[in-house]
């Protein structure tokens, strides 16, 4: 839980130089005469691929993206399941791989239980995206870590045990609990082991709806957290 995530604001550039790359591949030019001059040389950053088809939903590393919470890091949240192994690697990954629903939550709240409730997320939905007020402020591109960000508070977190069959829920912040909260809800969202947080997630520009999602962490062994490459296809 502790991966940084960052980012960097590159979408003119992306305009400017997607037909230039595209012909600096030696590899897709058919003319063998032509080499391409030195200016063409200049990589394709995208958010989106294959036509609006996939929505790559990870921020780059760099860096002057945020850290979570403490220099320091974090202890163990629980420390039973991490001194019985449960580690990165054992998370499962039938949870991180399947439909997924983006929602966008209510701006002038954290994610209470009454929020919950009021999003009416249906029975059967396994894997929910949550896009927050931390999106328009854009709080993962600010180097700083700012504890006012949007997210679940203790009694939504239990709510979402209770009352939905959500397994992934994913963030648009380093946390997925609000500050706080941080301790309680988490272990509200631990206590099962069946829940996977996915946090630190790039949400903005992507339409609300169903997709699928693929995420893939490391296979970090004794690591409670792991940096993720998450993608969605429509
Ligand atoms: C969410 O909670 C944090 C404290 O954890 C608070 O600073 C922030 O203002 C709250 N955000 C909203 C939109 O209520």
């Known amino acids: 839980m502790s991966s940084p995530l960052l980012l960097l604001l590159l979408s003119t550039v992306i305009t400017v130089t997607a037909a230039a790359a595209t012909s600096a591949y030696p590899s897709v030019t058919t003319d063998c005469t032509?080499?391409?001059a030195d200016n063409e040389l200049v990589p394709v950053r995208r958010e989106v691929y294959g036509g609006g088809r996939i929505f790559d939903i990870s921020h780059r590393y760099t860096v002057d993206m945020p850290l979570f919470w403490s220099p320091n890091g974090l202890g163990h949240m629980i420390d039973r399941y991490f001194d019985a192994g449960f580690d990165v690697d054992?998370?499962?990954l039938e949870v991180l791989n399947g439909p997924a629903?983006?929602?966008d939550v209510?701006?002038?709240s954290n994610i209470t239980a009454q929020v919950m409730e009021s999003?009416?997320?249906p029975k059967g939905v396994r894997r929910v995206l949550f896009r927050t007020l931390n999106t328009d402020r854009r709080l993962m591109y600010k180097s700083e870590y700012d504890t006012s960000y949007v997210g679940f508070t203790t009694d939504g977190a239990r709510w979402l045990v209770k009352n939905t069959d959500i397994k992934l829920v994913g963030l648009d912040f380093l946390s997925v609990a609000?500050?706080?909260h941080l301790l309680s809800a988490h272990l509200e969202f631990f206590e099962s082991r069946?829940?996977?947080l996915v946090e630190g997630l790039k949400l903005e520009d992507v339409p609300v709806g169903m997709y699928n999602v693929h995420c893939l962490p490391l296979r970090l062994v004794g690591a409670e957290g792991s940096p993720i490459r998450c993608i969605l296809i429509k």
């Open 34 to 36: 032509v080499s391409p």
């Open 90 to 92: 054992t998370l499962d």
């Open 101 to 103: 629903l983006l929602v």
């Open 106 to 108: 209510p701006r002038d």
């Open 119 to 121: 999003l009416k997320i």
């Open 178 to 180: 609000s500050d706080d």
């Open 194 to 196: 069946e829940i996977i």
